[in-house]
């Protein structure tokens, strides 16, 4: 069974600080890895994604990461800011086309204070 | 380019009632999706439409829900009867064929079942 497991599930840390949330999976076939930030009252919005060969991809003050071999994935958050609190989705795609499905976890609960 | 619509964005119902939820997917967009994201978890995928044919819907509770696409576009989720469990955010999405991957979620309709 597909699985994706998310860590912790809750953080609260201060404004400025960074921050790294870890991802899990058991996924397969493995196609790629998607990390999505959801505001409370709002649909998931995509920050990145990263196929089998990519390691590593950056979307401004958020870097994501990717171990194929381990089946880890990180987002790493830089200088956080108070618009950050929200909730990060890890989503892992397998297969292809339109026969691909999309595993989701149950997400990180990011909450920055001041 | 506008987002995915979806309506109404709250609803509060008394079990046993019926409830329908619509969605306008991206213009030019395929594939649409029905998630249900119940407090605290990730989304989960009910149904899948290409155009207005079914992908998937083995999470499709069907004693109770229904979904239809008529025209390839707009969709209707139904629920009928509801259950207290069925509390949850409803989030539609919609992806290209070029990019199914790429899915573009709306804001979801919360469901409060009394």
């Known amino acids: 069974k597909n699985q994706v497991e998310q860590s912790p599930q809750s953080l609260i840390i201060l404004e400025g600080k960074n921050c790294t949330l870890q991802c899990n999976y058991t996924v397969s076939p493995f196609s790629n890895l998607r990390w999505y930030k959801q505001d409370t009252g709002r649909g998931p919005v995509s920050l990145t994604i990263?196929?089998?060969?990519?390691n590593t991809k950056s979307n401004g003050r958020y870097t994501a990461t990717l171990d194929a071999d381990t089946k880890q994935s990180s987002l790493h958050i830089t200088a956080s800011q108070l618009s950050d609190s929200a909730s990060y989705i890890c989503v892992v795609s397998a297969g292809t086309g339109t026969a691909s499905k999309l595993t989701f976890g149950t997400g990180t609960r990011l909450q920055v204070t001041l | 380019e506008a987002g995915v619509a979806q309506s109404p964005r709250y609803k509060i119902i008394e079990k046993r009632q019926s409830v329908a939820f619509w969605c306008n997917p991206i213009?030019?967009?395929?594939?649409l999706y029905w998630y249900q994201q119940i407090l605290g978890q990730g989304p989960k995928l009910l149904i899948q439409f290409q155009n207005n044919g079914v992908v998937d819907d083995s999470q499709l509770p069907k004693d109770r829900f229904s979904a239809e696409r008529l025209k390839g576009v707009d969709s209707t989720l139904k629920i009928q009867p509801a259950k207290l469990e069925d509390s949850a955010v409803y989030l539609c999405a919609s992806s290209s064929v070029n990019s199914v991957y790429e899915q573009y979620f709306g804001p979801g309709t919360r469901l409060t079942v009394t």
């Open positions: 990263m196929t089998f060969s990519e």
């Open positions: 213009s030019g967009h395929a594939t």
